[in-house]
Nanobody, 125 residues
Framework: HVQLVESGGASVQAGGSLRLSCDYSRYTGTSDCMAWFRQVPGTEREGIAGFVMDGSAQYADSVKGRFTISKDNAKNTLYLLMSSLKPEDTAMYYC?????????????????????WGQGTQVTV
């Protein structure tokens, strides 16, 4: 079955950097539509970075200029490089992929447009 596996979460000081990884080797869809979300207990899952329908990388305003999404198809790995971390970045971070053969999302806003999720990796700032 499809499985996404995140890693790289840790406790870091404010102003520090961290790189999250998501192994998508068991996902047979295109990596061109994958995204990162985060969630704080009691709140909805927030889309923060992702590749969208027009081929571009999209970022939430809260992370724009600080976070960078990238991927290495040879390694089947999606990355999220986070810098200038703030206490408000503390959350569980998830990588996500749409259902196979589904259209690539136009926006990273709606968690409902993603079908496959990892188990999450905790980032504490």
């Amino acid at each position: 079955h499809v499985q996404l596996v995140e890693s790289g979460g840790a406790s870091v000081q404010a102003g520090g950097s961290l790189r999250l990884s998501c192994d998508y080797s068991r996902y047979t869809g295109t990596s061109d539509c994958m995204a990162w979300f985060r969630q704080v207990p009691g709140t909805e899952r927030e889309g923060i970075a992702g590749f969208v329908m027009d081929g571009s990388a999209q970022y939430a305003d809260s992370v724009k200029g600080r976070f960078t999404i990238s991927k290495d198809n040879a390694k089947n790995t999606l990355y999220l490089l986070m810098s200038s971390l703030k206490p408000e970045d503390t959350a569980m971070y998830y990588c996500a992929a749409p259902r196979l053969y589904a259209p690539c999302p136009r926006l990273i806003v709606y968690a409902s447009e993603y079908f496959y999720w990892g188990q999450g990796t905790q980032v504490t700032v």
